[in-house]
Structure formats: C-alpha cells, structure tokens
C-alpha cells in the first residue's frame, strides 16, 4: 500500500525534480499546448494539441523548465485504463526539437514512474513506432499490433508496471 489518504490524487504530492537540462515539476496545461502543437502536430493551427482530459484534476501535467524559464519538454498523465493492464496513461510527451537527446524526455517518464511507482500503478501510452527503442529503454513493453494513430502515424501501445 502507499502512503497517500483516500481521496488523494493518486500523483500528490509531486515534488520538483533537478535535473541537467531544468527543473521537472506540475505545470497548468495550457502552458503546454503551444510546445505539444509545434512537436506533436507539426505547428499545424487545425489539429488539437490538448486532451479532453486535461481540466480533470486528477490529471498530471509535467514540464521541465530550462535555468532561463523556457519548456524544453512536458508529458500528460490521466487517469484511462488500458483494461487488465494500466490505470494510467502517458499522452501528449514532448520535447523542443532544439533540446532532444539531452535526457530531456527520459527525465519527464522517470518522474512519472516515480510518482505511479510510489502510488502503485501501471501507466500505458500509445508510442510511436519511431519512438519503441526509448520506451524499451525505460522498462516498458511492447503489446499489441500496430494501429495508426496521431497525425496518421504507425504507433504500438506500450505498458510499464510499477512492481
């Protein structure tokens, strides 16, 4: 069991984590929409770059904030099961094209892990087959076929348990 309260969000409290490139810590989401849109819908105005559940409070937003105050990168938790297997779901992951393969994406998952390791849950995301090796990486698994996802591209889902 864990050492949170009933009724407690199951990713509080979520304290600050220092990294090289910034500090990891809970952001509002729309202070993220403009990196998710440049990254994850190639800049383009018409395709959404937010969740419907990014108002739910149980959702977690991260970004890493360089020593000068810009996002270099931010990922969404939310609360979505992936039936037998997760109860949390990784959404919307992205980094500043100018500060990819710094550690930058490895440090928000590794905060993630961290606070659904302590909360004991298993979180699951839809990867990009571009991307399979560095959730590899971090202990995830691949599962499932593969099935077009955001932006038309190939994705597979991917699932990392917390014990």
């Known amino acids: 069991m864990t050492g949170r309260a ?8 979520f304290e600050p ?3 090289i490139e910034g500090v ?6 729309a202070e993220l929409v403009s990196l998710r849109r440049a990254v994850l819908r190639d800049g383009r105005p018409d395709l959404p770059a ?8 149980s959702t977690l937003h991260l970004g890493m904030i360089t020593p000068e105050g810009a996002l270099a ?10 039936p037998g297997f997760a109860s949390l779901h990784l959404v919307l992951m992205a980094v500043d094209p100018d500060l990819r393969r710094r550690g930058v994406g490895r440090a928000l998952v590794g905060a993630v892990q961290g606070s659904a390791g302590e ?4 979180v699951w ?12 990486a971090l202990g995830f698994t691949v599962m499932g076929d593969v099935f077009t996802g955001g932006m038309d591209l190939p994705h597979r889902r ?3 348990r917390s014990r």
């Open 158 to 160: 991917v699932l990392w």
């Open 119 to 122: 909360a004991g849950r298993n």
């Open 73 to 82: 990168g931010c990922v969404s938790v939310l609360e979505d099961p992936l």
């Open 24 to 29: 990891i810590q809970v952001v509002a989401p």
């Open 125 to 136: 995301a839809a990867a990009r087959m571009t991307a399979l090796e560095f959730y590899r």
């Open 6 to 13: 009933m009724g407690d969000l199951w990713w509080q409290p």
């Open 17 to 19: 984590v220092d990294t």
């Open 50 to 57: 937010s969740h419907p559940s990014d108002d739910q409070p």
